[in-house]
């Protein structure tokens, strides 16, 4: 398969690659199929989730242990009916991240994590109850405290 991105011009990817969303992401909940693209310029911390059905639109993502190795919270029990979650190990998490025009700026949301069930690639955004996450987490500073 093959898509014309805005960002990264055509880009070949298998069916296998399609990670599907159940609602789609807070706000984009029409478009539920994305691609992971790899971006080697930053050391993998970063990655694009590129929607395959839309070629305009990408978000920057990351792994928050990246950030903070004591990121933990419960993945409800209806995600991990409906994502079909079987193995912890299967579970990959990222966070959104907001990149302004200053870098130094750039957030991450740590209260809405997308989970995906690496297994069958299919994933959620989860809203978290839990108030230790805040939506804009400095993801720069962090990154220089971890190391």
């Known amino acids: 398969m093959k898509i014309d991105t805005k960002h990264f011009g055509?880009?070949?990817?298998?069916?296998?690659?399609?990670?599907?969303?159940?609602?789609?992401l807070l706000g984009f909940e029409e478009i539920k199929r994305y691609i992971l693209i790899n971006n080697e310029d930053t050391g993998g911390v970063f990655k694009w989730l590129q929607a395959v059905d839309r070629p305009d639109l990408a978000f920057v993502v990351m792994n928050p242990y990246c950030i903070l190795d004591?990121?933990?919270?419960?993945?409800?029990?209806?995600?991990?009916?409906?994502l079909g979650i079987e193995k912890p190990e299967d579970v990959v998490v990222f966070t959104i991240v907001v990149v302004p025009e200053d870098i130094s700026k750039m957030t991450t949301n740590l209260k809405a994590p997308v989970?995906?069930?690496?297994?069958n690639n299919k994933a959620e955004q989860v809203v978290l109850e839990d108030d230790r996450y805040n939506l804009?987490?400095?993801?720069?500073?962090?990154?220089?405290?971890?190391?």
Do not use: Y
């Open 136 to 147: 804009k987490h400095p993801v720069a500073q962090s990154l220089k405290d971890a190391g």
């Open 70 to 82: 004591d990121f933990e919270f419960d993945i409800p029990d209806g995600v991990v009916e409906k």
């Open 115 to 119: 989970i995906v069930n690496s297994a």
């Open 10 to 24: 055509e880009i070949e990817f298998e069916e296998k690659d399609i990670i599907s969303f159940c609602r789609g």
